[in-house]
């Protein structure tokens, strides 16, 4: 038995972990794979307040032992659903949550915060994995001012890569924005301000096929998806902003979802479900960054600490 069980050990989940348990509370966080979530894969972090530069590694050890050392337990072992325990909660306390695991083990808490992240949509093509850190990247935001006076290129046909390559054009040389359709998702005044800019080009019906550099990107081949025509682009960074997928699917019995599948919730950190709080890139939101990420972890767990009394 615990007070809260945190499912997701990124930065939101072992924010959330720290907080709690410098609240006097006992956190016990469930991770399906390893601490960090996405920023482990982030070779520098240069935008996190008060941290001149670190490696996305480090950041995510730093966090994780600072959770460890405050009496937080990380487990790592799936969470597969959330069930209400049946019967009479004790005299002054909410009624008891029971998260089960992959494994088969049962957890039981007072509060459950959700911040199972969000991963980045992939093209899904090779090498796609080793190059990223290496000319590779998912968050423009995050690492377009390593590209500063050199040639990049967007993919995607949605705000996120119109924003991206508005964001880019004012650090890089040139900015090509690749998409595989005739017109954009987008919003059109960014799109109309993008296509004013002297130093964007669009590529259009056309796709990422091949990457090319050994060990760093050092190019992209593009294939016309109208006449089949192949195209050698030379890149030093490629940006894939083709959308992120949540990984909420297991708690959708518990907690409301949006048509994306993020969990319906406000600032507050709150769901519709009594005990239940969310924190991360896993709930609807406007932002996704690591401060924002950190930010809702102390929400979420300041809320649930408040829940429980």
Do not use: W
Not at 220 to 244: H, N, Y
């Amino acid at each position: 038995m615990t007070d809260v069980i945190i499912i997701g050990a990124g930065p939101a989940g072992l924010s959330a972990a720290i907080y709690v348990q410098r609240a006097g509370k006992k956190a016990v966080v469930l991770e399906a794979m390893t601490y960090g979530g996405q920023i482990v894969n982030t070779p520098e972090v240069e935008n996190y307040p008060g941290i001149q530069k670190i490696s996305g590694f480090e950041f995510a050890t730093a966090l994780y032992e600072q959770a460890v050392s405050l009496g937080a337990e990380v487990v790592f072992d799936r969470a597969v659903s959330i069930e209400e325990v049946t019967g009479e909660p004790e005299e002054g306390q909410p009624t008891v949550k029971r998260v089960v695991t992959e494994s088969g083990a049962t957890y039981e808490g007072y509060a459950v915060i959700l911040a199972t992240g969000a991963k980045n949509r992939k093209l899904g093509i090779d090498r796609e994995q080793e190059l990223t850190g290496r000319g590779i990247s998912y968050c423009a935001t995050c690492d377009g001012a390593f590209f500063k006076g050199k040639t990049v290129a967007v993919n995607g046909g949605g705000n996120t890569a119109l924003e991206d390559a508005m964001f880019l054009s004012n650090y890089c040389s040139k900015v090509y924005v690749i998409h595989r359709r005739e017109g954009f998702r987008g919003e059109p005044k960014t799109l109309e301000a993008l296509r004013a800019k002297e130093n964007v080009e669009l590529v259009l019906n056309a796709t990422v096929t091949r990457l090319v550099g050994e060990p760093k990107l050092s190019a992209v081949e593009v294939t016309d998806k109208i006449t089949g025509e192949t195209r050698s682009i030379p890149v030093e960074g490629l940006f894939i902003a083709i959308g992120q997928e949540p990984e909420n699917h297991d708690f959708e019995n518990v907690v409301a979802l949006d048509p994306l599948g993020y969990i319906s919730a406000g600032e507050d950190c709150t769901t519709g479900t009594p005990g239940v709080f969310t924190a991360g890139d896993c709930r609807t939101k406007a932002v996704r960054q690591l401060t924002t990420a950190a930010s809702d972890g102390a929400v979420a767990a300041l809320a649930a600490c408040s829940y429980i009394g």
